[in-house]
């Protein structure tokens, strides 16, 4: 499981750095404002000390930081990451996620503990957009034969757990 700064499961494997998400205020005071562009390298390097990939608000690699601070702005077209890639992703129990309603245990998912990782649907989620585009798929299925639109309470783990397979 990754936490905010342990990149080891989220960094990219064709990348030499792991992956820190700018907000959009970092973003616009990092390119512009050069003066603050040294500085918060030295902050993220402290962080990852291996260096770290600097991703703009809207996910897109434009700077590589190495181990000695030194900034490396990468020419376009930046190519964009998805945000289970950022190794600044919240934890479990601080995402957004451990609030959502879980059937199965008729609570928040934050109940089934830090080990269950993010919801299925979460964005941190490796396999979400898979889970997503099949449950909108067989739940509008359902509707239409005048089902349910979930099956089963556990129905969106089954999904994961096939996705990663």
Known sequence: MSTNFDPRSSTPSDLPYPLH???TP???LWLIFPSMKSQMASALVKKYPGGVGILSATQRLFALVDPRG??????PPHRRYEMWQIANQPRVPECP???YFDPEVAGCWRERGENAGHHPLCQFDRSSATVFVRAAREAHEQIAKGGEAQKRPDEWLIMREEANR
Do not use: F, G, M, S
Request: aromatic share 0%; glycine share 0%.
């Open 26 to 28: 970092q973003t616009k």
């Open 97 to 99: 996620c451990a609030d």
């Open 70 to 75: 030194n900034v490396r702005d990468l020419p």
């Open 21 to 23: 998400r700018l907000n």
